[in-house]
């Protein structure tokens, strides 16, 4: 089955500072999806990122990227000159051939004025 | 364009007691999913539909919780009797397309079981 791991629960940045997220995964497929999602405490999932796996380039939104690494199963992402809008839970997602949003446990990012 | 809709926002209830959430998918959507995020724990799928019908009930509990989708478009969630551990946000999503992978979420349902 595959597997999401977000090993920060919890991280921090200064305002107008990069920060990365982490996010590992494990399957056995060839062909997925991986996403970025927010969850602001209004609690509705807004997509951040997306990232096609036969792709070797990384996906870019403005001020947000990821550093997606196949063959180590990685995939982080890079909030550029964060925002305090930024702040919330950040959830890293694969979706495979079952159809399934598989969800990580997720990172409560804050940011500092 | 009009989102994903829940209600209710929030719901108390007692162990023991019923409750039923309600889902509005984006019209036209063929894929409604349901997902239950406990505290500190990301979203994790109960049941997902394609039109009227069941796609995917593996890691619903049935003894408890039921499902329906009215004629392709709403649906209900039920949990018949809850207990404590099924305190959790309840969140509906929906896809354009069977298979697709964009989702389209609403806010949720926080439930908190006595």
């Known amino acids: 089955a595959q597997t999401v791991t977000q090993s920060q629960p919890e991280m921090s940045v200064q305002e107008a500072e990069t920060v990365t997220l982490s996010c590992t995964y494990d399957?056995?497929?060839?062909?997925?999806?991986l996403f970025w999602y927010k969850q602001p405490p209004s609690r509705q999932m807004i997509l951040v990122i997306r990232?096609?796996?036969?792709?070797?380039q990384n996906a870019t939104e403005n001020r947000f990227s990821v550093n997606f690494q196949k063959a180590a199963k990685s995939f982080s992402l890079k909030i550029s000159d964060s925002q305090l809008g930024d702040a919330a839970m950040y959830f890293c997602?694969?979706?495979?051939?079952?159809?399934?949003?598989?969800f990580g446990a997720g990172t409560r990012l804050t940011v500092k004025p | 364009e009009a989102g994903v809709a829940q209600s209710p926002r929030y719901k108390i209830i007692e162990k023991r007691q019923s409750v039923a959430f309600w889902c509005n998918p984006i019209s036209g959507h063929a894929t409604l999913y349901w997902y239950q995020q406990i505290l500190g724990q990301g979203p994790k799928l109960l049941i997902q539909f394609q039109n009227n019908g069941v796609v995917d009930d593996s890691q619903l509990p049935k003894d408890r919780f039921s499902a329906e989708r009215l004629k392709g478009v709403d649906s209900t969630l039920k949990i018949q009797p809850a207990k404590l551990e099924d305190s959790a946000v309840y969140l509906c999503a929906s896809s354009p397309t069977f298979g697709g992978e964009k989702l389209f979420f609403g806010s949720g349902t926080q439930l908190s079981v006595l």
């Open positions: 990232q096609e796996a036969y792709k070797q």
């Open positions: 399957t056995s497929e060839s062909d997925y999806y």
């Open positions: 997602a694969y979706w495979g051939n079952n159809n399934d949003m598989r």
